[in-house]
Nanobody, 124 residues
Framework: QVQLVESGGGLVQAGGSLRLSCAASGRTFSSYAMGWFRQAPGKEREFVAARSRSGGITRYADSVKGRFTISRDNAENTVYLQMNSLKPEDTAVYHC?????????????????WGQGTQVTVSS
């Protein structure tokens, strides 16, 4: 059984930064690609960023490109999301997810396991 636990969310002013962490257990972490998604109230879950098993391939949503960075530490079984220049529209619950897919998918249905999420609120 895989467990994913996010942390690092909170309240920040527009222009500020946050670093989210997602600790994984129960699987060989380095064998899986990892992604971050977010869901705002009344909206569908949307892709934010993903990184391949080896870390050599990264993908970002256009809305966060240049502001967010996904990284992973396979030795620590942890994936991170560094979020800079935050905007009010970044406010959402952020979830990490794990996929056994070889490619780095951007659709939620391609991910096998999900964390409970951490709230990020950006005030204007």
């Amino acid at each position: 059984q895989v467990q994913l636990v996010e942390s690092g969310g909170g309240l920040v002013q527009a222009g500020g930064s946050l670093r989210l962490s997602c600790a994984a257990s129960g699987r060989t972490f380095s064998s899986y690609a990892m992604g971050w998604f977010r869901q705002a109230p009344g909206k569908e879950r949307e892709f934010v960023a993903a990184r391949s098993r080896s870390g050599g391939i990264t993908r970002y949503a256009d809305s966060v490109k240049g502001r967010f960075t996904i990284s992973r530490d396979n030795a620590e079984n942890t994936v991170y999301l560094q979020m800079n220049s935050l905007k009010p529209e970044d406010t959402a619950v952020y979830h990490c997810a794990l996929t056994s897919a070889i490619v780095v998918p951007t659709t939620p249905g391609r991910y096998d396991y999900w964390g409970q999420g951490t709230q990020v609120t950006v005030s204007s």
